[in-house]
């Protein structure tokens, strides 16, 4: 038996987690958050980005997944993932979204939409035809001045959600890649950049330039990739990116680019599993590397609660001790150590939970920029969030 036909039903229950997991999930949670807890001193402000030009003609349900960077000029850019289009709960349509601040973070103006939803089909070999639409997730941003021609980069998780459920497959799915030589365009066109061993599916399985499985050993279980994180530090970009396994999140790897993007190279695992359930949760998600203040590097992670399928508990932030190594700060027993834990508001905790942030050390206005689900608000459950918390 080929190793594609033993994880292809392991595949279906990866597929049964990421599309149920909303469903599962909507019921309010109370969580049982530490007494010290951040989210008690902090004042969360609700991200509205003005003059949005929205490309859905009904229901709107919010943005989520924001990613920001800011250029020599001091002007803030941010891209996320704009969610509608009348479905119920919602959805189908997902879609990459520029915006610009002036403000160091305090407010937001719509700029353009990178990566457009689309209406699509096709054969599976084998299989009767598809319909659906391609969506664009979880989009980081980051400014390369070393670049000489194109000096902003954005990678997002590209997946096809088929007509008959409407949400995202992730079987169907890979990560692309834009650049650009200013934030306003004109951006090229996709290049499909990483995928794994079993994603995607034909036929679309050699489109993708970079199996990722093949540049690490411990890849055997993984299915597909998602959550990336980009930045630029010393003239090099830095990629983060979850490796998932058909239970979800397994680790998050680390590559660079020495050449602007062009190739590739793996330096090593930021985290596994282990690390997880040492910080007593089931898996880490959603990260991202920023800079902070001195130019100090820190990573995000978005932990998911034991017990949950993808509940997360606000965001860790951890020191980066050598980028260049895959080395974050940890104590004698290897443990990570957690410089803060920034919890999510929890008058509204709910659904999926919240953690998926972002932050840049001159965002100063906004900090920290935390996305949250908020169920009871429905349509718009999608929100992103001013923390004001700077590091």
């Known amino acids: 038996m080929s ?33 010290t807890q951040e989210s008690l001193n902090l004042t969360y402000s609700k991200i509205d980005v003005d003059n949005e030009g929205h490309p859905f003609k009904t229901a709107f349900n919010g943005r989520f997944d924001p990613s920001i960077t800011y250029d020599d000029a001091g002007i803030g850019w941010m891209v996320y993932s704009s969610v509608g289009g009348g479905r119920d709960p919602f959805g189908p349509y997902i879609q990459t979204e520029l915006a610009k601040s002036n ?3 305090k407010t937001w103006a719509w700029v353009q939409t990178i990566n457009p939803a689309y209406d699509d089909s096709f054969n599976p070999p084998n299989g009767p035809l598809l319909e659906g639409n391609w969506n664009y997730e979880v989009s980081t941003i980051t400014y390369s001045p070393s670049d000489p021609v194109n000096k902003w980069k954005i990678l997002s998780h590209k997946l096809f959600a088929p007509q008959d459920t409407g949400h995202n497959d992730p079987r169907y799915s890979w990560i692309i890649y834009k650049e650009a030589p200013t934030p306003n365009g004109p951006w090229s066109a996709e290049r499909a950049l990483f995928k794994a061993d079993f994603a995607p599916l034909e036929p679309f399985n050699d489109v993708p330039e970079i199996n990722l499985n093949d540049l690490y050993q411990g890849s055997e279980d993984i299915v597909a990739y998602s959550e990336p994180g980009l930045i630029d ?70 932990p998911i609660l034991e017990g949950s399928t993808f509940v997360h508990d606000g965001t860790l932030v951890v020191k980066v001790l050598d980028i260049n190594q895959a080395n974050l700060s940890r104590d004698s027993n290897g443990k990570l150590i957690v410089e803060r834990h ?43 969030f001013n923390t004001k918390i700077n590091f």
Not at 344 to 354: L, T
């Open 3 to 35: 190793l594609k036909k033993v994880y292809l039903p392991l595949f279906s229950i990866i597929v049964l987690t990421m599309v149920f997991s909303f469903f599962q999930n909507c019921q309010s949670i109370s969580p049982s958050l530490p007494s």
């Open 103 to 105: 403000d160091n973070g």
């Open 233 to 302: 530090f010393n003239g090099k970009l830095y990629l983060n990116i979850t490796a998932l396994s058909a239970d979800g999140p397994s680790k998050i790897l680390l590559l660079n680019s020495e050449d602007h993007g062009q190739n590739w190279n793996f330096i090593g695992v930021l985290t596994d599993i282990e690390d997880a359930e040492k910080l007593g949760y089931r898996a880490l998600d959603g990260s991202a590397l920023v800079i902070g203040k001195n130019n100090v590097i820190y990573f995000l992670i978005a």
């Open 342 to 384: 920034i919890f999510a508001n929890p008058d509204i905790f709910s659904g999926n939970g919240a953690g998926q942030s972002t932050y840049h050390y001159k965002n100063i206005n906004g900090g920290l920029i935390m996305s949250q689900m908020h169920i009871d608000n429905h349509p718009e459950v999608f929100k992103i």
